[in-house]
């Protein structure tokens, strides 16, 4: 099983619908991080949580840590937020080693 | 600020040659990292610095060597390109200290081995 867990695997939406993208792990973690990946491959880092919520713009991400499980939302989905969405923990210590999950293709049509 | 640079974009090796994917931040920063992207998998760290000087493995090390001479540079080298080492590499760095903040990546590279 791997240590982080995304789901759904790829999502289809339609422009304006609120979505939610599911992140859970299995080991004790120091922080979270929430990434996305353009369609021409770059990657960037959307949020880093230990705790909470965080919100920025048209996205909040909140995790539970005890329940070991995370979520990115977006409100009012555009088709610009199609991409591959990540998730990656760091292990409880503060190592660097990031560990990810496989991402989440997500297609907004407008 | 030109972030976290890679070069070259796109490469193509034969089987056996070696090559050096060159990776360079101007922020200072003190953790750099080496990912490796392939279809289906998340991205994987190879190898890892927390400063000039000083490297480490990471989960997929195995035909790859790194050094770090300066802040600024960390440069992942292929030492004799396998197929399965066709792959798209990403670099990334950030700092260090008791918060916790955010990974910037480069661009990529494109590695193809036949």
């Known amino acids: 099983k791997n240590e982080v867990e995304q789901s759904p695997q790829n999502l289809t939406a339609q422009e304006g619908e609120f979505i939610t993208i599911n992140c859970s792990y299995s080991?004790?973690?120091?922080?979270l991080h929430w990434l996305q990946q353009h369609p021409g491959g770059g990657i960037v880092s959307l949020f880093m949580?230990?705790?909470g919520k965080k919100k920025h713009g048209r996205l909040i991400a909140t995790i539970n840590i005890q329940e070991k499980h995370s979520s990115l939302h977006i409100t009012a989905s555009h088709p610009r937020d199609s991409a591959v969405y990540i998730c990656?923990?760091?292990?409880?210590?503060?190592?660097?080693?990031?560990?990810f999950g496989k991402g989440m293709k997500l297609t907004v049509n407008p | 600020n030109a972030g976290v640079t890679q070069t070259p974009k796109f490469q193509v090796l034969k089987t056996g040659q070696s090559m050096t994917l060159q990776c360079a931040q101007d922020?200072?920063?003190?953790?750099m990292s080496w990912y490796r992207q392939d279809p289906g998998m998340g991205l994987r760290l190879i190898h890892y610095?927390?400063?000039?000087?000083?490297?480490d493995q990471g989960e997929v090390p195995n035909g790859y060597n790194v050094s770090r001479s300066t802040t600024e540079d960390f440069p992942l080298r292929l030492l004799s390109a396998a197929p399965s080492q066709t792959s798209v590499y990403f670099c990334?760095?950030?700092?260090?200290?008791?918060?916790?903040?955010?990974?910037?990546f480069g661009p990529g590279t494109r590695l193809t081995v036949t």
């Open positions: 990656a923990v760091s292990h409880q210590g503060g190592s660097e080693k990031l560990v």
């Open positions: 990334a760095s950030r700092s260090p200290g008791q918060g916790f903040y955010e990974q910037y």
């Open positions: 922020m200072n920063h003190e953790y």
């Open positions: 949580l230990s705790s």
């Open positions: 610095s927390v400063g000039a000087g000083i490297t």
């Open positions: 080991v004790g973690i120091s922080a």
